[in-house]
């Protein structure tokens, strides 16, 4: 019986040996190939003038020159396994199936294999990549977050309606240690509550925090540079951490947190499943419960547990949390006005920013607490709700020099306009505070209101009083109009409201006070 001969792949392996210098005897020792096949088929590649890189017909036919039906199937053999490892990745996409890239395949090569056959290499070629590498973790690198699959759910003890939760899963895959917490959706709001909770249940925070492609954390899927939402670029900088998300349809990226999902399906869910619950944070309660026996229960056949690891190993290598825990951030983006303010329509105030940002477009973070605001990635402002009613909030570096100049030579601030008008009387003091208010040019209304307070040196204290008591009953009042009252004397006009009541006409038909003794 004829010798049968070897693979294409042994021959090409056999060429590139030689083409290195390996000698006949240690070629045969690695391929497993007789000293004997090796000379054999060095021969006709030698008078060919071939090598490994040649054209494969020309390698074949040189390999096998009396078996036509032997090259024809290596040749068919290989042009599918090049369709195959060219295409694989297709079968990814929306309506992309095993037949319709049988079907193209055929287009190409209408002599090539049937679908079966084609199916079977496609599943051979899918096993030798579907390999795992063992992922060691460094202490306080990492940690990983995903939601559970499955939901958690309490009643409303008022209606009776079950109430689905979504479930926030974590987990440090250097130490093992999981955290678990049921959250009312994946949106920002819950998000926010969900990474604040397991940073403070883990006492620090990693140098990464990894997760899927999930709307929350991801705006925009790459596999190599994904774009991250607002709500992560906030929550990094507040913690110090970055956000990192997995490669598309790469399940293994997060394989840690993907167990600890299973984990929390025996070891929390299960223990919960026939108990009925009446608000969200009972539910956290009991679930708080579950984790805290599953952290603290040795491993099987060690004398530890993962909180003990990480008390032992992690814990010391988290970064240290801020004083305050992370508050979500509402974001605009508004125009610097010419008065170099951007108002928040929601706040209805008034913010500065450095003169030079006028009519720029910037980006502004603000809370119920603080208002920031950013040119690009540089911050250029930040101001604190300090007083409820106050409209606008100005910092003095922020105005021109000759501005700044103003209101160090005039000593032109709100509060010192104001401590000017009581001296001059409560009338005048509600005029200035209306003045004051009028105009979104908060200068304009300085010098407003520092014109009316000087009237009192040209006509005096009692008719400015007199000027703005009558200034008060309209709907509006300015500098303007308190001149025009002075200037023409009105002031000095009897209010009707002052008028006493007259006294009454003599007429023959008014009966006098006599009548009635």
Request: overall charge positive.
């Amino acid at each position: 019986m004829a010798q049968k001969p070897i693979r294409m792949e042994q021959i090409k392996q056999i060429l590139q040996l030689h083409n290195q210098g390996i000698s006949i005897r240690e070629i045969a020792r690695r391929t497993g190939v007789s000293r004997n096949s090796v000379k054999k088929y060095f021969r006709p590649f030698n008078e060919g003038n071939l090598c490994i890189t040649s054209d494969t017909t020309a390698l074949a036919q040189a390999a096998y020159p009396n078996n036509e039906e032997l090259i024809h199937q290596k040749l068919r053999l290989e042009q599918l396994q090049d369709y195959i490892k060219i295409n694989l990745r297709e079968l990814n996409k929306t309506g992309v199936t095993r037949g319709v890239l049988w079907k193209e395949y055929l287009q190409l090569y209408p002599d090539g294999y049937g679908y079966s056959q084609f199916c079977y290499h496609i599943a051979l070629s899918v096993k030798q990549k579907d390999v795992a590498m063992h992922l060691e973790y460094e202490p306080g690198d990492l940690m990983m977050i995903d939601f559970a699959g499955k939901k958690l759910h309490y009643t409303d003890m008022e209606t009776g309606e079950v109430i689905p939760c979504e479930v926030f899963v974590a987990i440090l895959p250097f130490s093992g240690l999981i955290f678990c917490l049921a959250a009312a959706s994946q949106k920002t709001a819950d998000f926010v509550i969900c990474i604040n909770a397991m940073l403070l249940y883990f006492g620090g925070t990693s140098r990464t925090i990894l997760g899927d492609n999930m709307r929350t954390i991801v705006t925009r899927v790459d596999r190599y540079e994904p774009e991250f939402t607002e709500i992560c670029y906030q929550l990094s900088e507040h913690y110090q951490t970055t956000f990192s998300a997995t490669r598309p349809y790469s399940p293994r990226d997060k394989a840690m947190v993907e167990g600890a999902v299973k984990i929390a399906y025996t070891h929390i869910y299960a223990p919960l499943r026939n108990q009925v619950f009446s608000s969200i944070t009972a539910l956290n309660k009991a679930i708080r419960e579950q984790l805290d026996l599953l952290n603290h229960r040795d491993y099987k056949r060690s004398g530890y547990s993962r909180f003990d690891y990480f008390d032992r190993e992690e814990k010391s290598l988290l970064q240290p949390l801020p004083p305050h825990r992370f508050s979500f951030k509402r974001v605009a983006v508004l125009t610097v006005q010419r008065n170099y303010h951007v108002q928040l329509s929601e706040t209805r105030k008034y913010y500065s920013v450095p003169y030079q940002y006028t009519g720029k477009k910037v980006k502004v973070l603000y809370d119920d607490k603080t208002v920031e605001i950013y040119d690009q990635t540089e911050r250029i402002a930040f101001h604190t709700h300090r007083f409820h009613k106050e409209v606008y909030h100005t910092a003095l570096e922020h105005m021109p020099p000759h501005h700044q100049k103003m209101k160090e030579i005039k000593g032109w601030t709100k509060e010192d306009l104001l401590r000017q008008a009581k001296r001059l009387g409560e009338p005048v003091v509600k005029a200035a505070e209306l003045i004051l208010t009028s105009n979104s040019y908060e200068v304009q209304n300085y010098k407003s209101c520092h014109g009316m307070l000087m009237l009192a040196k040209k006509y005096s204290t009692e008719r400015l009083q007199h000027a703005c008591s009558r200034a008060l009953l309209g709907t509006r009042v300015n500098y303007t109009m308190i001149k025009n009252i002075l200037k023409n004397g009105l002031d000095k006009q009897t209010s009707l409201f002052d008028n006493p009541v007259s006294a009454i006409p003599q007429h023959d038909n008014i009966r006098g006070k006599e009548h009635y003794q």
